[in-house]
């Protein structure tokens, strides 16, 4: 990727001028040749520019993973195998015969690998998802990195001291661009785009293909002729800025879908009350139907006893019926969240389909979330999928809900009885499931999307053959 290497971030000729300066102080004296320069001098230039590259792409990967606490900064130095790496490849091209475009391409891929099994470990990410926000903040990085070269070709009188403004210069248009990102809640788009598309791995290699794309642009700089330099730095600005534009608007797109899909859940849904209540009008028809002929077949024969019997025997054969329907429709009125209601009724309407016994418990009304009402309903159906999944490899399935109002915040359990065999070490390991392959999605997801509501909090436990998933959101500051 455009950092790491000369001629990168600040291009090995700035170095070769700090070098110089602090070698003049030490009465010392470098040749201007590159190739006379001491491997060691070289390596340690390279690694020095390469790290310096290293810093300005974890801020871009701040913003793109949407991460909001401070617990990074623990995992940083892991990170510097990476740039070490990646100068240890510019020392082989350098004194190799590898040539300058591929060896170029070779230490961009290190990087790329390197830094996406970083990211990947400090959120918890699956490798494509890690790879995708790596090259997505690559393509940011590198344009900044041909950006800044306007400044390092303007003539000055003081070397040395223009190689220092630049660089501040440098990093403080990368937190400017960061925090521009952030204010588009650009980490939240993106995390809607690579958790919920269809096929994330086409995502990662689409941002792949435009991140070789910026990385062409950069190696073309040297041989762009200068009346044409303005262009040439237009089209990189608007190759960035394509690429946001691209990250926002799929992930906008996504999301409508999902809103569209909601709505119709939700029309589906009410039809589905609508019917559950029409069943439950019928009932009550048939039970009064039923007791006027008891009570006038009994009455007419005298015969008390026999006419309690019939009526105890018909009414709890009419509670059995419909006192479970009556139940859920008034624990369902309680939830008084729309998209939170129709997953609701949709998930215990395909559960009950499988055979999975479902007990809703909604005690008082439920009107706020505590945080966005999309994300609460996502974590929801993550919680109830899981659920229902264990339950199905019991002999007697059964889900319990229990949704309880706390002011402007809510508490959420989700309990299920289960047969295989739980590792907490690995529970929220992305990838991970006791069904085998394929499976384990589910918690890691439901943990980045909580990433982004310090007020959330999620747990797990389990005790005699019962696992119990807790959710609790406490109300905004």
């Not at 790329?112 to 990211?119: G, R, V």
């Amino acid at each position: 990727m455009g950092f790491a290497l000369p001629p990168r971030f600040l291009t090995f000729a700035c170095w070769r001028r700090l070098c110089y300066t602090f070698n003049e102080i030490s009465g010392e004296t470098i040749p201007k040749e590159v190739a006379a320069v001491s491997i060691w001098a070289y390596y340690l230039s390279t690694f020095t520019d390469s790290l310096f590259g290293h810093i300005a792409l974890v801020l871009y990967l701040l913003v793109i993973m949407d991460e909001r606490g401070w617990g990074w900064l623990k995992k940083l130095p892991a990170l510097l195998p990476s740039p070490a790496l990646a100068a240890l490849a510019a020392v082989g091209q350098h004194y190799g015969a590898v040539s300058s475009p591929a060896g170029h391409y070779i230490h961009s891929f290190v990087i790329i690998l390197t830094c996406s099994l970083w990211a990947g470990w400090v959120w918890r990410a699956g490798f494509w998802r890690a790879f995708a926000a790596v090259c997505l903040g690559g393509v940011f990085q590198v344009a900044l990195t041909c950006l800044s070269r306007i400044l390092l070709n303007l003539p000055v009188s003081n070397e040395s001291r223009w190689d220092a403004v630049v660089l501040a210069i440098y990093f403080a248009m990368a937190l400017c661009a960061a925090a521009l990102l952030r204010r588009l809640r650009f980490g939240a788009w993106f995390r809607l785009l690579l958790e919920d598309a269809p096929d994330r791995r086409r995502i990662a290699l689409l941002l792949f293909a435009l991140e070789t794309a910026m990385e062409v642009f950069f190696l073309l700089q040297p041989g762009i002729a200068p009346g044409y330099l303005a262009a040439y730095y237009l089209l990189v600005v608007v190759l960035a800025l394509l690429t946001a534009g691209l990250v926002i608007y799929l992930a906008q797109r996504l999301d409508a879908a999902q809103k569209v899909e909601a709505q119709r859940n939700v029309i589906a849904q009410q039809q589905l009350y609508e019917r559950d209540l029409e069943a439950i009008r019928q009932e009550v028809r048939a039970f009064r139907h039923d007791y006027k002929n008891l009570l006038a077949e009994q009455a007419g024969k005298g015969e008390l006893d026999a006419l309690r019997a019939a009526l105890s025997e018909l009414d709890a054969g009419f509670d059995q019926r419909i006192g479970d329907k009556i139940r859920a429709c008034a624990q369902l009125g309680n939830v008084r969240v729309p998209p939170v209601r129709s997953l609701l009724l949709s998930k215990l309407a395909a559960m009950a389909q499988k055979g999975v016994g479902c007990r809703l418990e909604v005690l008082y009304p439920v009107e706020q979330a505590g945080m966005d009402v999309w994300d609460l309903a996502r974590c929801l159906g993550i919680l109830l999928d899981n659920a229902a999944e264990a339950a199905l490899d019991t002999a007697a399935p059964w889900v319990e809900v229990i949704l309880l109002a706390q002011g402007a915040g809510l508490s959420l359990q989700v309990s299920n009885p289960y047969a295989n065999a739980i590792d907490p070490g690995r529970l929220w390991e992305e990838g991970f499931s006791t069904k085998g392959a394929g499976r384990g999605l589910g918690l890691p997801s439901l943990q980045r999307i909580l990433a982004s509501y310090p007020n959330a909090s999620c747990s797990t436990s389990w005790a005699n053959g019962v696992f119990i998933q807790k959710l609790a959101v406490e109300a905004k500051a």
